[in-house]
């Protein structure tokens, strides 16, 4: 993963992962509240911990009316790349948030619960945290003001 000072004259992308067990009642407007907010190349990874509600369902539905990458065993991905979610049995969020580190690409990853409402800067406010500091290795608990 490149220092954000070698990238200081680009903006830097942002991979959200959000690892969900049941959490049906919200994960949709935990996904709606992020989708206003993504830049190009920033993406949400969205790791089911082996949820029995129709958690699944309501996020395929966000996948549904976009062509998709063709799915993996465990993994679908909206066309555009910027939604992923992945499928894995109940471990807990420790195990999914790692399922879903696995797969980022970005030069900040953000962790945020199925059940945590993103205020509308919340990725604003963490790329100008890391890059106000871009020789510092940076991390953000609880919220950014």
Do not use: W
């Not at 993103?118 to 950014?144: F, K, M, N, W, Y």
């Amino acid at each position: 993963m490149p220092t954000l000072s070698s990238i200081s004259a680009r903006r830097p992308t942002v991979d959200v992962v959000i690892p969900v067990h049941n959490n049906a009642e919200t994960i949709e407007a935990v996904l709606s509240g992020l989708q206003a907010q993504l830049s190009q190349g920033d993406r949400v990874h969205v790791v089911d911990d082996g949820s029995t509600d129709d958690t699944l369902d309501r996020v395929r539905s966000l996948l549904r009316g976009e062509a998709k990458v063709p799915p993996f065993a465990d993994r679908e991905c909206s066309r555009l790349g910027d939604l992923c979610l992945y499928r894995t049995a109940h471990q807990g969020p420790a195990a999914a948030r790692n399922a879903g580190l696995r797969n980022v690409s970005a030069d900040i990853v953000l962790f945020l619960g199925g059940d945590t409402l993103p205020a509308t800067t919340l990725l604003e406010r963490h790329r100008a945290i890391h890059v106000s500091a871009p020789e510092d290795q940076v991390a953000c608990l609880g919220s950014v003001t």
